[in-house]
């Protein structure tokens, strides 16, 4: 729908038209960027190596491969927003934090976290109803393949996690893409970049749990007008991922097996402490208003959520994700 030039609905549609661009983009990055980088590793490797392909089972190859993954997953994304919203985050410049509450962050951790375990197991939900309706086979945990690495791969593994995906992650997904929308409205923020950053996995069992997790971080970055809060929690988020999920059966080593196992049990249980504190944080999270944003008083939350759904661009980039995922998923 086209609005009269000049008006909020015409200034957000132009905006919501970047937004499924860089949802478009990250699909095209997904299909086609990485295996430009592949290539261009593979040509470093040969030249360095005199092999083309990279043998992971070596730890210095597996550190080969994980650094081609982020320079294919982050380093176009954030060149071409960082240009596509130049202008949107100049303007962005003047936004303020948030009065702040006390141990505001940490319950809006553990509410976040638990809201995206109840995602996560309602993704398990539908997906065990998928394999019985029509034989699709239930999702197996990202990055399964990597389950013999050693200990040397495993911390290589860790480091990648939590420490290089959560700080390109959130300066890609909240603070980039979050601050242009924020002066439409804070809750439109986080649910657009939540929504960009569930999808951007193109993985089933990842995507409503991706969504929660990316929304409740978008909520912190907005209280807190900072990316930092959020790359911690980010972080931590994946170091209990890597404990509990990726951790791999055994390293060969008793002392090591041992202490790994103890770690990992750690974190499993954490996860089931986010059910449980995590709700309680959610109830008082609520009462506290910690979910109340600041709108702008021209248009109603009904209406702008109307002009960024109903852009072209946005439900085609939704639409062409998501059958990316079913298909990945079936495949």
Do not use: W
Request: hydrophobic residues 55%; proline residues 5%; aromatic residues 14%.
């Amino acid at each position: 729908m086209r609005y009269p030039e000049g008006t909020p609905e015409h200034e957000l549609g132009r905006l919501a038209g970047r937004y499924g661009a860089s949802m478009l983009f990250l699909m095209f990055n997904y299909l086609f960027v990485g295996t430009v980088v592949s290539l261009l590793f593979a040509l470093i490797n040969q030249a360095v190596t005199g092999n083309l392909y990279t043998d992971i089972s070596t730890d210095a190859g597996y550190a080969f491969a994980l650094l081609r993954n982020a320079v294919s997953n982050y380093a176009a994304p954030i060149l071409v927003f960082s240009v596509l919203f130049r202008d949107d985050l100049n303007e962005a410049r003047s936004l303020v934090p948030y009065p702040k509450v006390p141990c505001e962050t940490l319950l809006l951790f553990l509410a976040g976290g638990c809201v995206a375990r109840l995602g996560g197991i309602a993704t398990n939900v539908v997906s065990a109803f998928l394999d019985y309706l029509f034989g699709i086979p239930q999702p197996e945990a990202a990055f399964s393949d990597m389950m013999s690495m050693n200990v040397v791969q495993f911390v290589t593994f860790e480091f990648f996690s939590i420490i290089v995906a959560p700080v390109c992650e959130e300066f890609i997904y909240r603070h980039i893409l979050l601050r242009p929308m924020r002066r439409f409205g804070d809750m439109q923020a986080a649910v657009i970049t939540g929504l960009i950053f569930g999808l951007s996995h193109f993985n089933f069992d990842q995507f409503l749990y991706t969504f929660l997790f990316g929304f409740s971080l978008a909520v912190i970055a907005i209280r807190r007008n900072s990316i930092v809060p959020t790359i911690v929690i980010h972080a931590v988020n994946n170091l209990l991922a890597g404990l509990s999920v990726y951790l791999p059966e055994t390293f060969g080593n008793d002392i090591v097996d041992s202490v790994f196992a103890a770690l990992g049990t750690i974190s499993t249980y954490f996860g089931l402490f986010l059910i449980i504190g995590g709700f309680i944080a959610l109830i008082i999270s609520i009462v506290l208003k910690l979910f109340s944003f600041s709108r702008p008083p021209y248009l109603t939350d009904s209406r702008r959520f109307a002009v960024i759904f109903s852009h072209p661009l946005i439900l085609v980039a939704a639409v062409a994700s998501l059958a990316l995922t079913f298909y990945l998923l079936y495949v």
